[in-house]
């Protein structure tokens, strides 16, 4: 199975956010990566899950050593991303014969496929990308002179990959807490301290929080520094991996801890300004978090309905059942609202880059709200597709298990739940990134054609109530807290509902494909509009939204005003 050819939807969504040019030349890589995820890559993965890294401290002379020994699988998997596919230094040179970097779609969309049979290796790699955009933006040219051309290097055994190494045992969420010490060496620092959760432990170059001695309390006293593993005169660099971590999923990539013995680093950007620059980097790692889940919702989404189109049961194939019809659209339309937002945060980010104000407000506020909400979702798809294989699903031979096991990791990296809540709510207290978000997707409802006047209506009025529910709890201070994820799951769902809209009638003009536009009423109906616990299902509506929406024929605009107009 091709995973870029049995994924309308990506393909479909391509058209719309990724210039024709460079949709054209990529279009081959994609569809090499699709072939590679049901075959090679996902056998790759499989192997690599069975077989975790493993910690030498020493070696057979007796002396210390501190290397991770990789399974072959692993390694194979990372010629496929930073060789082959390029994806951690695409957003900063030309890659794939491409004569300029790379778009965010693009580099999204093949994290997206990847992510459909592996998970924890895109870890790395996201971190590669955005430890490069953070050096660029923030370093000094001696350090980007010294560290730049390995980690853009062509050649994957010249290439450097890259960490951040953030937390410790008294200091996760709240980062201010931080008391690793960074102490003056001539034109270096000497870091001393304790890392608690460092994935990718052996990346060949770190960015560390670190406090200055006599710096200043909080996240404002933090300084940021580039460590390398290998000194510039060839020597280890002094710190150790104590331990790797024995994790629930994600078990191909190594985490550890790390003990910081006078490790030498160098300043990057403002002393003291450091947790406002590595901000960057974790807001790219939650990015990239959001369209990994999306991806692994999508490949629970295809076992499903592999499973439920061919095995039969009672009598009927299992896709024919109306319980599983229903159990399979709830598996879809938080599968399509992911993929939706991450591709439009994607094209936020570019305008971003290029000096778009609006962009920068929206990817503000738009990378918490993916983390927070697509995150979740995950967890909850990957269970529920595992429920449809049934018994076999629970089984480690099948995917179904380890999608499970990693789908949960989302919710925890970079910012748990509660955190990335709270962030969607300063987003809006100190930037007022919501109001400029609902400008943008007001604006984008109000000019698309073909969308039904009352349903145009029913777009924007939740989008309105979702807005206000935000800037009500960010005004709200500590009370407001409270209704944090309240309130990002309502701007989720209400932006997704209007991004799709807007999918959806672009689609049905170009393609007579109104799709789309059926999910967006969904989202509507299901996730921002009130329902009777006692009520009966609308067994007529969702016999047809089931034979529309599972199957894989176009949807013509004319057959569904109907249900799209209905209160």
Not at 76 to 83: Q, Y
Not at 95 to 109: C, E, F, N, Q, S
Not at 155 to 176: H, I, K, L, R
Not at 440 to 460: C, K, M, Q, W, Y
Request: net charge negative; glycine share 8%; proline share 5%.
């Amino acid at each position: 199975m091709n995973f870029f050819d049995a994924d309308p939807a990506l393909q479909s969504l391509l058209s719309l956010y990724l210039p024709s040019p460079e949709r054209e030349h990529l279009t081959p890589q994609f569809r090499k990566l699709g072939a590679l995820v049901g075959d090679r890559l996902d056998d790759l993965a499989g192997a690599a899950d069975r077989n975790p890294p493993a910690l030498q401290v020493r070696n057979r002379q007796g002396q210390d050593d501190d290397r991770v020994e990789k399974h072959p699988a692993y390694v194979e998997m990372e010629r496929f991303a930073f060789g082959a596919f390029e994806m951690a230094a695409m957003s900063h040179r030309p890659a794939l014969g491409w004569p300029d970097p790379i778009h965010h779609v693009a580099k999204y969309a093949l994290q997206y496929l990847f992510a459909q049979s592996e998970f924890g290796l895109l870890c790395p790699l996201s971190m590669t990308d955005s430890l490069t955009r953070t050096l660029i933006r923030y370093a000094d040219q001696s350090l980007l002179d010294r560290y730049l051309p390995a980690l853009l290097a062509e050649d994957f055994e010249a290439a450097a990959q890259g960490a951040m190494f953030m937390t410790e045992p008294d200091a996760g969420s709240d980062v201010g807490e931080t008391v690793t010490t960074a102490v003056p060496d001539g034109d270096a620092w000497r870091l001393y301290g304790d890392k608690w959760f460092c994935s990718n432990a052996d990346a060949d170059v770190v960015l560390v929080l670190a406090r200055p001695e006599g710096g200043g309390e909080g996240t404002r006293g933090l300084g940021l520094f580039l460590m390398p593993r290998v000194l510039p005169d060839g020597s280890s660099n002094r710190y150790r991996i104590i331990r790797l971590k024995d994790k629930l999923g994600t078990r191909s990539m190594a985490s550890g801890e790390i003990a910081l013995e006078g490790a030498s680093a160098w300043l990057v950007g403002d002393l003291g300004r450091g947790f406002v620059q590595i901000a960057e980097m974790v807001n790219q790692s939650r990015l990239s978090n959001a369209v990994r889940s999306a991806g692994m919702m999508r490949r629970s989404l295809h076992e499903a309905l592999c499973v439920s189109r061919n095995r039969t049961a009672f009598g009927s194939h299992l896709i024919d059942l109306p319980l599983m019809q229903r159990q399979l659209l709830k598996l879809l339309l938080p599968t399509e609202q992911a993929l939706s937002l991450c591709l439009f945060t994607a094209v936020a980010l570019r305008r971003a880059d290029e000096g778009d104000e609006t962009g920068m407000k929206m990817r503000r506020i738009l990378t918490p709200l993916l983390k927070f909400r697509v995150c979740r979702d995950a967890r909850k798809v990957s269970g529920d597709a595992m429920e449809v294989r049934g018994g076999c699903g629970y089984i480690e031979e099948w995917i179904e298990a380890r999608l499970v096991r990693d789908s949960h990791l989302g919710s925890i990296w970079e910012g748990t739940s509660n955190i990335t809540a709270l962030d969607v709510l300063r987003a809006a207290k100190r930037e007022e990134a919501h109001v400029w978000l609902r400008k943008e997707l007001s604006a984008n409802v109000a000019a698309a054609h073909g969308i039904p006047d009352d349903f145009r209506t029913a777009l924007s009025e939740r989008l309105d109530q979702a807005v206000d529910l935000v800037a009500r709890a960010a005004a709200a201070g500590a009370t407001g807290e409270r209704s944090a994820r309240q309130a990002a799951s309502a701007l989720y769902h209400a932006a997704s509902a209007v991004v799709m809209a807007v999918e959806g009638a672009a689609l049905a003009e170009e393609k007579g494909d109104a799709r789309r536009l059926l999910l967006a009423k969904l989202a509507i109906e299901q996730k921002l509009s009130p329902s009777d616990p006692l009520a009966e299902a609308d067994v007529d509506t969702e016999t047809a939204d089931a034979e529309w929406l599972l199957g894989d024929a176009p949807i013509p605009l004319g057959d569904i005003a109907g249900r799209l107009s209905r209160p």
